[in-house]
């Protein structure tokens, strides 16, 4: 625990990456797809992939918010300032950004982040610091968020079901609930601070085959299939949480959940709903979920499972598969 000899910030500290873009040389910039950005797993994925160019240089747009006491005149902390630093350890890049106010208050603040593709070798960091003038001091860190980004130049698409905690946990032997659902492969806990798949040991092979490293051949496909599946049901799970715990303001409005439901809602809603607005699409969910749509709660479980499948890359897995199965068929027809 590290002690501080002047006053420190308190309260939640939000920022997230909304968006990024790339620019090859000599090129325009262009969007980076929302599949490569996953606001769940906090990884903006920048490997080379044959959908996007071979780009020089990267553009981060980030937002954060500070809470109210942050700015109090009569507060301990003048000149408050919020900072977005990126480093890597492999290449020792450090490069910072500070945050311009956007809202009448000073809280709402927004930044935009450069890098050079040179500048990168794997895979940074991203954190957001507040600094502020202490006892007369300037450039105090009087607070730095709890979450972190990872920008990485590598990974082609964020893949949940590896990033998440999964643990390995024998269903047979384990808690009382556990043993209900001893047939299954893995389960998805949705109830504590972030989402956990608890993968059955009991289901022989499943645990090797599932912590594999690589490798090619038949468990190789298999394996991948099988992450995506995972994967796939893991981003249902935890849109089906995140709907649960809506909270509805007085004239019905829905109103995004904080922590990482929020940021669920936020990652799938585009893909459900092309060319609306985040609040607009989450008002068309609560309507169906609570049966005021002419659509339904039917019409709307399609709609989440093509976007759980998106983000879980089950259509390029799958294509993947398909061509590596025909090889190997090829290979055992020689």
């Not at 240089?57 to 300032?81: F, H, I, V, Y």
């Not at 299939?225 to 995972?230: D, E, G, N």
């Not at 981003?235 to 004239?251: R, Y």
């Not at 019905?252 to 439901?261: L, N």
């Amino acid at each position: 625990m590290k002690v501080y000899p002047y006053r420190r910030l308190t309260g939640n500290v939000s920022w997230r990456v909304d968006s990024a873009q790339l620019k090859a040389e000599g090129e325009p910039w262009e969007d980076v797809e929302s599949k490569y950005l996953s606001v769940v797993e906090r990884v903006v994925a920048l490997g080379p992939d044959e959908d996007r160019p071979d780009w020089t240089e990267a553009r981060l747009r980030l937002s954060a918010g500070l809470p109210a006491k942050a700015l109090d005149p009569a507060g301990p902390w003048q000149n408050t300032k919020v900072v977005a630093v990126l480093t890597e350890r492999a290449t020792n890049t450090r490069t910072t950004v500070e945050f311009s106010s956007v809202s009448a208050d000073g809280r709402e603040r927004t930044a935009e982040l450069y890098l050079n593709r040179c500048d990168l070798l794997d895979r940074a960091t991203l954190a957001v610091h507040v600094v502020a003038t202490v006892d007369g001091v300037p450039g105090r860190v009087i607070a730095t968020s709890d979450t972190e980004w990872f920008v990485d130049v590598t990974a082609v698409v964020p893949s949940l079901a590896r990033e998440l905690e999964v643990r390995m946990v024998n269903f047979g032997s384990g808690a009382g609930r556990l043993q209900r659902f001893r047939d299954s492969p893995w389960l998805v806990d949705t109830t504590g601070r972030i989402p956990v798949v608890r993968v059955n040991t009991d289901f022989e092979g499943l645990g090797d085959l599932i912590g594999a490293d690589g490798g090619t051949g038949p468990e190789a496909t298999v394996r991948e299939v099988l992450l995506a599946q995972m994967c796939s049901e893991v981003w249902t799970a935890v849109f089906h949480s995140a709907v649960g715990d809506l909270e509805v303001e007085e004239d019905g409005t829905p109103v995004f959940p904080h922590g990482w439901q929020g940021d669920v809602l936020r990652e799938m809603l585009p893909d459900m709903y092309p060319g609306h607005e985040p609040e607009h699409a989450l008002r068309e969910v609560h309507a169906a979920r609570t049966g005021a749509s002419a659509t339904g709660w039917g019409e709307l479980q399609s709609r989440i499972h093509f976007a759980a499948s998106r983000r879980a890359g089950v259509p390029r897995t799958l294509s993947t598969t398909i061509r590596d199965l025909e090889r190997l068929t090829q290979g055992d027809d020689a």
